[in-house]
């Protein structure tokens, strides 16, 4: 199957085009409006010699360099060369991927300037599996992706490395192989293919489908471990929870309401009256944490709907205008909320850990026939708490 690029993309379309392997498209409205706003720049170009960033100027703190029209190619594959030195680890296939995906659906709107065929390529290499060799470090969100972005676009003009199957090579050998021409670049291309935040938006997305399965099998183990403990029904019961309303909190609530439907042990009479705080507030914290991973959802899918690059074209409003839509702010924000509401998630689940093995209820110590030859879940339980400590350090915002 295909799947068409049209105005809006959802993480859960995200999910099945990750999961099924569907090819992509590009609908007709989107090459007719990238066609478009190339043909009015090409005009604007050739009929004035006025600067416009980052199209006929140099970039940053050289804005204020003129650049002649026969270097205008030059300068864009200069720009995209000296902004390829990423560093550290390479990015998963799975994570370029989503950044091809994210990068065509940003051009696709026509406000930035670039050729149909450079979209058209960059489909190309996500529908044969061409992924760009991209790396995990070199960039500031402040200014957006630039270097991962670098990496992304160089194998357009037939430069950099690419994935393949499994395998690295050259850029310019995948080309020949596929017979790809290697794209020429125009004015303002290099710069609409760099701007942008497709880099955090791809790491937020997968995080984010990784966090929605987390939370559902958080709730199905707390669950459990709330009937193996000999918990008490109560604190997850709509009573409780009608007066205190949070959505998060009731969700959740509910859940693991009907994960224990019918369990003999959680409707069995209990001795003790309360369940310490890591059971009974199993509500209050997945809610909050399923609650922070919704919002950041929704800004997330905001996001991959944008167009981030910079300058900013208008055609209709005969309109170039150089702003910051490359910052990456409002994803760092929710991003360090998805990272502390993660690992609450993981600390309560220690928690939870350490009363199953303390020898509690007529629990067996470490939860091991005779405990003392044997040491059981202790050391688990240990690696749990350290990999807990070293969390709340991670998701600490730096």
Do not use: W
Not at 17 to 35: E, H, P
């Amino acid at each position: 199957m295909t799947f068409e690029i049209t105005n809006t993309l959802t993480i859960q379309q995200v999910k099945k085009l990750l999961l099924s392997g569907d090819q992509i498209s590009l609908s007709k409205d989107s090459a007719n409006a990238i066609t478009k706003c190339r043909a009015y720049l090409d005009q604007k170009l050739s009929s004035s010699d006025a600067p416009i960033y980052g199209i006929n100027t140099g970039f940053g703190s050289l804005y204020n360099k003129y650049i002649s029209k026969s270097d205008l190619g030059t300068l864009q594959e200069n720009l995209m060369m000296s902004h390829a030195c990423g560093m550290g680890d390479m990015v998963s296939d799975e994570i370029v991927q989503l950044m091809l995906l994210f990068k065509i659906q940003s051009l696709s709107y026509g406000h930035s300037g670039v050729q149909l065929k450079i979209v058209e390529r960059l489909i190309d290499f996500y529908n044969t599996g061409i992924y760009p060799i991209v790396y995990e470090f070199g960039s500031l969100g402040a200014s957006g992706d630039l270097a991962p972005l670098a990496h992304l676009s160089l194998p357009l003009i037939g430069k950099g490395e690419v994935r393949y199957k499994g395998k690295i090579y050259p850029a310019g050998e995948i080309l020949n192989k596929f017979n790809f021409e290697p794209i020429a670049l125009k004015a303002k291309e290099g710069l609409a293919l760099l701007n942008g935040t497709q880099f955090m938006s791809a790491l937020g997305v997968y995080s984010l489908l990784k966090s929605h399965q987390l939370i559902k099998l958080a709730n199905v183990i707390g669950a459990l471990s709330l009937d193996v403990f000999d918990g008490r029904i109560e604190p997850f019961e709509t009573l409780t929870h009608s007066i205190r309303s949070h959505k998060g909190i009731v969700d959740m609530s509910s859940e693991i309401f009907k994960n224990l439907a019918g369990s003999e042990l959680i409707n069995a009479e209990k001795i003790h009256v309360q369940d310490p705080y890591s059971f009974r507030c199993i509500p209050q914290v997945h809610g909050a944490s399923k609650a922070a991973i919704d919002h950041v959802t929704e800004v997330f899918e905001k996001e991959i709907n944008c167009v981030t690059d910079n300058p900013l074209i208008f055609p209709d409003e005969d309109r170039i205008i150089s702003a910051g839509h490359f910052h990456g702010q409002p994803l760092a924000l929710t991003l360090d909320y998805l990272s502390i509401a993660l690992a609450e998630m993981g600390s309560i689940s220690e928690r939870r850990t350490f009363q199953l093995i303390s020898g509690s209820r007529n629990l067996p110590n470490y939860l091991v026939a005779n405990p003392g030859i044997n040491s059981g879940m202790m050391i688990p339980q240990y690696t749990a708490a350290s990999i807990v400590s070293m969390n709340k350090q991670l998701c600490t915002p730096s």
